[in-house]
């Protein structure tokens, strides 16, 4: 089942912050999230496996509620360089479908000067 | 971290011809997928190239359509046989050192296929 993210869309200015959510219906057994910047490959941000988690830096960071059904990815005084495409995916745990991601429908970032 | 190269990076191709996509990654990987992304959109899993058997398809992929090949734990292809317009994509492969829910999946720069 395929995760949902919000806002479909986000312009900002440099320096502001902004917070792009995943949710499902379903608690996930794991939430990834990556950056895609046009004619590019999806690049890897961070993993969350717990519920309760909450990881990364000072500038990106990303939790997980405690019931696993939601992952917030937080990005602080915003730089032009964050701009692109943000997915999520949803990782599957049994049988062949170990490991295999299932994504949203992605958040545009675009930051201006 | 696995480095993933894939070719051809882009290709423009004839209705009814079929094109074949090679993926290699830089170590041994124990999973490797192939995604398609319709331009703007999200990234759709088409199946798991699975190495010394059947790759596992998703619902709406089929292997007539879609044969995927896996000789070894660091190369794969997918091809996109009989193809239509509606093929039109970036189709990108992915590799995870392990078959784990916790376990970085990491991307090629993808194939642009145009299909006239």
């Known amino acids: 089942q395929q995760p949902v993210q919000s806002p479909q869309a986000v312009i900002l200015r440099e320096g502001e912050d902004a917070v792009i959510n995943c949710s499902s219906s379903k608690a996930l057994y794991s939430v990834h999230w990556y950056r895609q910047k046009h004619g590019e490959a999806p690049v890897f941000l961070m993993i969350l496996l717990k519920g309760g988690e909450q990881k990364g830096h000072e500038k990106i960071s990303a939790s997980f509620n405690e019931k696993k059904q939601q992952s917030s990815l937080y990005l602080t005084a915003s730089q032009l360089s964050y701009s692109g495409t943000y997915f999520c995916g949803a990782a599957h745990a049994g049988g062949t479908s170990y490991g295999k991601l299932t994504f949203g429908q992605g958040t545009i970032l675009t930051v201006h000067p | 971290s696995a480095v993933i190269s894939q070719k051809p990076s882009r290709d423009i191709c004839q209705r009814g011809t079929s094109l074949t996509i090679q993926c290699q990654v830089d170590s041994q990987v124990t999973m490797m997928f192939w995604y398609r992304q319709q331009p703007g959109q999200s990234l759709t899993l088409i199946a798991t190239?699975?190495?010394?058997?059947?790759?596992?398809?998703e619902s709406g992929f089929v292997i007539d359509k879609f044969p995927i090949s896996r000789p070894n734990l660091t190369f794969s292809t997918l091809t996109v046989s009989n193809m239509s317009p509606e093929d039109s994509s970036i189709y990108l492969c992915?590799?995870?050192?392990?078959?784990?829910?916790?376990?970085?999946?990491?991307f090629g720069p993808g194939t642009r296929l145009l299909v006239l």
């Open positions: 190239a699975n190495q010394g058997s059947e790759a596992t398809y």
């Open positions: 992915s590799a995870a050192a392990r078959q784990a829910i916790q376990e970085t999946q990491y």
